[in-house]
């Protein structure tokens, strides 16, 4: 079980937005600034989303936001190759570790 | 560029250890600390510890200590990971990445090196 909570699966159209959350407590996401990375067919983790930051490279369709104890990762004008699995990432400082969530599956259809 | 590029596949049998390598190119060295994460097959990502590229530091994740030790060599740019005691539950791509520690997210990560453990 992932210390960080996010919806198995989000599917949208394309050029839909869709927002992805990640749901986790005071001693992660409310302390400490939040990332995501897309993992697309089993590749490497890439960086979209770095605290409140965009990575070179990554379109502004990406934004990210926090709220509390919940980040989310929206996309807006859904693509096709968006289609991929997305993990937030925050540190614990109670567990002392850094955790992320179980992933979201983003189905472009 | 930021790259890290890891070392091949290996094929282990249980009990035996397994040793990565990360060699990184793009930036200094010494400036950030590199983290090891473990991704089982169908599983989400587990993060196993951090190095500083520093000074040698670390920081393993509880259920890995003991069992694993990350080393970085300044000289060659270059991080290792070793697991001892291999199961067939370490079965996994083990990816190394820029980052990770308490105050730095992860940025940049390498390639990937999918470790089989089986008799």
């Known amino acids: 079980q992932s210390a960080l909570t996010q919806e198995v699966s989000v599917s949208g159209t394309v050029g839909q937005k869709v927002t992805l959350s990640c749901s986790g407590n005071?001693?992660?996401?409310?302390?400490?600034?939040v990332a995501w990375y897309q993992q697309i067919s089993h590749g490497p983790p890439k960086t979209v989303m770095f605290?409140?930051s965009l990575p070179s490279g990554i379109p502004d369709r990406f934004s990210g936001s926090r709220s509390g104890t919940t980040a989310s990762l929206t996309i807006s004008g859904l693509q096709a190759d968006d289609e991929a699995e997305y993990y937030c990432?925050?540190?614990?400082?109670?567990?002392?570790?850094?955790?992320f969530g179980g992933g979201t599956k983003l189905t472009v259809l | 560029q930021v790259q890290l590029v890891q070392s091949g596949g290996e094929v282990k049998k249980p009990g035996a250890s397994v040793k990565v390598s990360c060699k990184v190119s793009?930036?200094?060295?010494?400036?950030?600390?590199l983290s090891w994460v473990r991704q089982a097959p169908g599983q989400s990502l587990e993060w196993m510890g951090w190095?500083?590229?520093?000074?040698?530091?670390?920081q393993y994740a509880q259920r890995f200590q003991g069992r694993v030790t990350m080393t970085a060599d300044t000289s060659t740019s270059t991080a290792y990971m070793e697991l001892r005691s291999l199961t067939s539950a370490d079965t996994a791509v083990f990816y190394c990445?820029?980052?990770?520690?308490?105050?730095?997210?992860?940025?940049?990560w390498g390639q990937g090196t999918l470790v089989s453990v089986s008799s």
């Open positions: 990445a820029r980052g990770g520690g308490h105050n730095y997210n992860i940025d940049f």
């Open positions: 793009g930036y200094t060295f010494t400036k950030y600390g």
């Open positions: 190095i500083s590229a520093y000074n040698g530091d670390t």
């Open positions: 005071s001693y992660n996401i409310g302390t400490y600034p």
């Open positions: 605290g409140n």
């Open positions: 990432s925050s540190w614990d400082y109670r567990l002392n570790v850094r955790v």
